[in-house]
């Protein structure tokens, strides 16, 4: 756990230095677009429902998301994580949703949109590793792309999502805390 905790804090500091907030803080380089992020099953601020934790067996939660239209927008990312100190992680990464895309059903991981790509998570495993901690923030975040995140299926998670936070220019997040 203390490895896994180091990892993402490395990530987190890699985007950082990168100039991208979108995990963390707030980006330097250019104002960023917002995105409107919701679910017919999370509320921003309230437990994440049990089935989409490792006591369950829905896999990812369904997500939806709007903003402004964007002109150089092409592909959508998600990230889900969480940066507290009981359950530091990615859980889920997946990359080039097509942006006339705007919600993913329940258990999407196991059944991506056509071209997208799921990196290697903090556990090793690539698609959705439900959380565990019960107690924890656990943020569903939703980004915009100007354009593909060129990766290799064996890539690093921090170079995958240092290739998103390049490629960033609308984000926005939904925020579960703690599982029921």
């Given at each position: 756990m203390r490895r896994a905790a180091v990892l993402v804090t490395a990530v987190a500091s890699a985007l950082v230095v990168s100039g991208c907030g979108a995990i963390i803080g707030t980006s330097e380089a250019e104002e960023i677009?917002?995105?409107?992020?919701?679910?017919?099953?999370?509320?921003?601020?309230?437990?994440?429902?049990?089935?989409?934790?490792?006591?369950?067996?829905?896999?990812?939660?369904?997500?939806?998301?709007?903003?402004?239209?964007?002109?150089?927008?092409?592909?959508?990312?998600?990230?889900?994580?969480?940066?507290?100190?009981?359950?530091?992680?990615?859980?889920?990464?997946?990359?080039?949703?097509?942006?006339?895309?705007?919600?993913?059903g329940p258990n999407a991981s196991e059944s991506p949109p056509e071209g997208s790509g799921q990196a290697k998570v903090t556990s090793g495993k690539a698609g959705y590793d439900p959380p565990c901690a019960p107690e924890g923030a656990y943020r569903f975040s939703v980004y915009t792309l100007k354009g593909e995140v060129e990766a290799q299926e064996d890539a690093a998670l921090s170079e995958v999502l240092r290739r998103i936070a390049d490629l960033t220019i609308a984000r926005g997040r939904l925020t579960a805390v703690n599982i029921e």
């Open positions: 677009a917002r995105i409107n992020v919701s679910s017919p099953d999370l509320r921003e601020g309230r437990p994440l429902p049990r089935q989409f934790s490792c006591k369950g067996d829905q896999g990812s939660p369904p997500l939806r998301w709007s903003s402004r239209p964007l002109e150089e927008a092409e592909t959508v990312a998600i990230v889900a994580d969480s940066n507290s100190a009981e359950s530091s992680g990615v859980y889920w990464v997946l990359y080039n949703i097509p942006a006339s895309m705007t919600e993913l």
